[in-house]
Antibody, heavy 119, light 107 residues
Framework: QVQLVESGGGLVKPGGSLRLSCAAS????????MSWIRQAPGKGLEWVSY????????YYADSVKGRFTISRDNAKNSLYLQMNSLRAEDTAVYYC????????????WGQGTLVTVSS | AIWMTQSPSLLSASTGDRVTISCRMS??????LAWYQQKPGKAPELLIY???TLQSGVPSRFSGSGSGTDFTLTISCLQSEDFATYYC?????????FGGGTKVEIK
């Protein structure tokens, strides 16, 4: 069965960095576009970033552009999100999610990893 | 970016009720709309995509309609497990955007 398992979250000071990972299994990872989506505590969903199956096409939300970098390693069935210059407003649960039909809507989501940015 | 207005933000209903949730776009998106259900402490789950296509495994009491700028999610006969928060999402253009959510609570 399809599984997405995020890791790498934690507490970090403003201005700090963190790298999130998402381990995929149960499907041919290299065939699917992937995204990161976040949810601040008690708030709604916010799409963060998107990467095509080969990694050749990438998009970012304006709120993270220039600070976050999405990448993938198809040989390791893994998705990553490098987060630099973190701000308090980046505090959220971060989900990785699989895109369906090569479009940015999402049929499988991981359980999420909490990132807290606080001094 | 395409803005979405989802309403109501809170809906009080009883088991067995028929409920509808609306999502209005700031511009036309054809049928590039998805609906998700999220329960507390859990990841969202895809219910409907392409405005009206039921995701595999989703009960038939859920249905979606609309195109262009106005969309609706209907739950025909609310069950206890349906009390949750629902989100619409457009994927017509980047950035994909989500509605603010509708919490369906027990009346």
């Amino acid at each position: 069965q399809v599984q997405l398992v995020e890791s790498g979250g934690g507490l970090v000071k403003p201005g700090g960095s963190l790298r999130l990972s998402c381990a995929a299994s149960g499907f041919t990872f290299s065939d699917y576009y992937m995204s990161w989506i976040r949810q601040a505590p008690g708030k709604g969903l916010e799409w963060v970033s998107y990467i095509s199956s080969s990694g050749s096409t990438i998009y970012y939300a304006d709120s993270v552009k220039g600070r976050f970098t999405i990448s993938r390693d198809n040989a390791k069935n893994s998705l990553y999100l490098q987060m630099n210059s973190l701000r308090a407003e980046d505090t959220a649960v971060y989900y990785c999610a699989r895109g369906l039909q090569s479009l940015p809507f999402f049929d499988y989501w991981g359980q999420g990893t909490l990132v807290t940015v606080s001094s | 970016a395409i803005w979405m207005t989802q309403s109501p933000s809170l809906l009080s209903a009883s088991t067995g009720d028929r409920v509808t949730i609306s999502c209005r776009m700031s511009q036309g998106i054809s049928s590039y709309l998805a609906w998700y259900q999220q329960k507390p402490g859990k990841a969202p789950e895809l219910l409907i995509y392409a405005a009206s296509t039921l995701q595999s495994g989703v009960p038939s009491r859920f249905s979606g309609s609309g195109s262009g700028t106005d969309f609706t999610l209907t739950i025909s006969c609310l069950q206890s497990e349906d009390f949750a928060t629902y989100y619409c999402q457009q994927y017509y253009s980047f950035p994909p955007t989500f509605g603010g959510g509708t919490k369906v609570e027990i009346k």
